[in-house]
């Protein structure tokens, strides 16, 4: 008994080990840590149920008859966090004194450091219509989204002067964001029916915490002048916590990035800017946009996870899809293109600096249903996949408000549309046209690590764009292109059949090469590809030249080689061009 009970606890450290990426030093030769089995992958991956039960079973709570946390789920998905800094019985009390002192201080010291730039965004957020901010990172999409949509707004520019204490903004003056009937309507549709239910309402939790606003609690905090007059009007009843423009931003912005996977990073980027325009503008505090983000996640997912909504959501979809998807203006104005600068800026304000409150290892827990969020930015991966993309890229414990108990606010979404953050166990990924958008094509932009090995199937094109140290790789089918010199992992690299390029200067496989007789290899004059161990050669190897040559162009290096190519095919001005096959290289000579 002694013994089976040691063996379980060495397996339980052992499988420990290699989730958490912990290395063991060795003298001897290193030992390759083991990927996990199915069957503890699934328990890996499994969701934790919360007090309320799962959020997307249990989301039509969030309604007014009753918002205490017992009976609330919108309320409840904040027991772990906020209700432990606030508590709202009575006239209200801290319970965390030290971070909401820092949560206002940030919101005095954010609001003063506003750029020009800043000033008029977020002056334009608070004005429009939720939905409608979220149009800007449709980037090349949106001229065509406007127009199709027949969205509308009031406000495109500053006012002349500060605007009186009755102005109202488009929701209230009557304006509608988009029109349901439009070309696009299905899209509007499913945008609505996330955004602007009463499930959706940030407010019904705002009643339950009574947590005042941040210009409402002290000196410091800078509000745009041209809404001075509208924010002392507001009732003192408007709470801060959680910001219901953050939380519809969020709706928004999921359901679009469904419909339109190909702005799935750009949109979420894009809904916490505008939790930032919150804190900006004067309006709502750190903390509170927070919270806006983890009820508007969990509520996109909820939606997409409704049985009853499923028509609707497929309609928004290939509607989308039709309509939109190929309307694409590239000198429309684009401000959230560049894939790691959105990171860069969406891991800022997931914590807004604070220090962390809790403890930095617990597990990443995966909610139920989050995968559905990824469903048409990854369609050839399998729902599970999904479930490790969200894992293996989600934030550090710790941070206030993130830690809830199923995981909505550790999801990092931004960084999940860029593919996995580790690969757990082998993956294998079949991509075929019948997965589009992404099914012909797709870039995986993160530094994927991990025991597993990525095995590539399918018709399609994969580029790894990343810095990655995952076991390896096995192509079977299609195409895989490897844009970074790190892109295809620690160990060996496997070509059966399909067509490997090079798309970075140098690449380098850091364990043995096999090209079987099915598979080809391409690579410019300009690139080289390192091997660091043996070289098992075949199939084909096609050579694109480039200009001014010299005699000798080292194309591969190894340690040592097994066969030669079958065929090769020069690309370009080749006359007097052969391969030549050294010890430790091929190279192109004349």
């Not at 004067?282 to 028509?311: E, F, I, K, Y």
């Not at 989600?394 to 108990?405: H, I």
């Not at 932009?445 to 199937?457: E, S, V, Y």
Request: a positive charge; aromatic letters at 8%.
């Amino acid at each position: 008994m002694k013994m089976k009970k040691m063996i379980g606890t060495i397996a339980k450290c052992t499988l420990s080990l290699v989730l958490s990426g912990v290395g063991v030093a060795t003298t001897s030769r290193p030992v390759q840590a083991q990927t996990v089995t199915p069957k503890e992958l699934h328990h890996l991956l499994a969701p934790k149920r919360a007090s309320y039960g799962y959020y997307i079973e249990t989301y039509q709570s969030n309604t007014d008859k009753d918002v205490t946390p017992a009976h609330n789920a919108a309320t409840a998905l904040f027991n772990n966090s906020f209700a432990t800094y606030w508590d709202p019985t009575g006239t209200g009390r801290p319970l965390n004194a030290k971070l909401l002192k820092e949560n206002q201080q940030k919101s005095v010291t954010i609001s003063q450091k506003e750029t020009p730039a800043e000033f008029l965004r977020s002056y334009l957020s608070d004005r429009r219509d939720s939905p409608y901010n979220e149009i800007p990172a449709l980037g090349p999409f949106a001229p065509a989204f406007i127009k199709l949509a027949d969205a509308q707004t009031h406000f495109t520019a500053l006012p002349a002067e500060p605007w009186p204490a009755t102005a109202k903004d488009d929701p209230s003056s009557g304006v509608v964001w988009a029109n349901k009937t439009s070309t696009l309507g299905p899209m509007v549709q499913l945008v609505n029916l996330a955004a602007e239910n009463t499930y959706s309402s940030s407010g019904h939790p705002k009643k339950y915490f009574k947590y005042v606003r941040p210009f409402r609690q002290g000196p410091g905090i800078h509000m745009n002048k041209y809404l001075v007059n509208v924010f002392n009007a507001s009732p003192k009843t408007d709470y801060d916590f959680p910001s219901g423009h953050t939380t519809q931003a969020f709706e928004t912005a999921l359901m679009m990035a469904y419909a339109l996977p190909q702005r799935f990073q750009q949109e979420v980027t894009r809904a916490s800017e505008v939790g930032l325009d919150r804190i900006l503008v004067g309006r709502h505090s750190p903390l509170a946009v927070m919270g806006g983000r983890v009820l508007g996640t969990a509520v996109a997912a909820a939606v997409l996870n409704d049985p009853n909504n499923a028509q609707m959501i497929q309609r928004a979809y290939q509607n989308a899809q039709t309509n939109l998807a190929n309307k694409s203006n590239q000198s429309a104005r684009d401000n959230y293109k560049n894939y790691q600068t959105n990171l860069k800026h969406y891991d800022e304000r997931m914590t807004y600096g604070f220090k962390k409150t809790g403890s930095a290892h617990v597990r990443m827990t995966v909610p139920k249903g989050a995968e559905a969020l990824l469903k048409t930015r990854f369609p050839y991966l399998t729902p599970i996949q999904r479930r490790e993309v969200l894992y293996t890229t989600g934030f550090e414990s710790g941070y206030p408000v993130n830690d809830d108990t199923e995981g909505w606010g550790r999801l990092n979404l931004v960084k999940a549309a860029g593919g996995f953050g580790r690969l757990l166990t082998n993956t294998t990924v079949n991509m075929t046209a019948k997965n589009n958008p992404y099914g012909q094509h797709d870039t995986w932009q993160n530094n994927i690590g991990g025991q597993g090995r990525l095995i590539k199937t399918g018709s399609g094109a994969l580029t790894l764009a990343g810095h990655n140290s995952f076991n390896g790789l096995t192509l079977n089918s299609g195409q895989l292109i490897a844009a970074n010199s790190a892109a295809l992992g620690d160990q060996n690299v496997t070509v059966a059949r399909g067509h490997l390029r090079l798309a970075a200067p140098r690449v380098v496989v850091k364990g043995h090469y096999t090209q079987r007789r099915s598979a080809s290899l391409s690579l410019t004059t300009r690139q080289r590809l390192t091997i660091r161990g043996r070289a098992d050669l075949g199939g084909t190897l096609k050579v694109t030249l480039t200009h001014r040559l010299p005699r000798a162009v080292t194309l591969i290096r190894f340690n040592h080689r097994n066969g030669k190519f079958r065929h090769v095919q020069l690309v370009g001005s080749h006359r007097q061009w052969r391969l030549k096959y050294t010890a430790t290289s091929v190279q192109l000579v004349r």
